[in-house]
């Protein structure tokens, strides 16, 4: 399967990406937010970042957008716990970019 054009809406901003599928194209932008969390050592900045995390997010695609509603979770609060911010997609439909209408060509 070819890589297509998505892009990312997380209410504050729109980032142009290559994926697949709008559900990997979600994850992939989500562990990376994940990540700069993980890897930051500032617990200042951590709960910033924590803040900042999106609650809902829009792959839009040629066709068709998906919405997702994210849940984050904090589950550990040790130095090195792999997994202490973990995230839940929730699909919240799709809507195409003809928005509903349906041609009849015939």
């Not at 709960?47 to 589950?75: A, F």
């Not at 550990?76 to 003809?98: I, K, P, V, Y």
């Amino acid at each position: 399967m070819a890589k297509r054009q998505f892009t990312i809406d997380t209410g504050k901003e729109q980032i142009l990406v290559e994926g697949q599928v709008h559900r990997n194209v979600a994850v992939k932008y989500l562990m990376k937010r994940r990540r700069s969390l993980l890897m930051t050592k500032n617990s200042e900045k951590v709960e910033k970042l924590w803040e900042d995390l999106p609650k809902k997010i829009k792959i839009i695609g040629k066709q068709v957008t998906k919405d997702y509603r994210v849940k984050w979770e904090r589950l550990g609060s040790e130095e090195f716990e792999g997994s202490r911010f973990a995230f839940t997609l929730e699909d919240q439909g799709e809507s195409s970019a003809n928005n509903g209408s349906i041609s009849n060509d015939s």
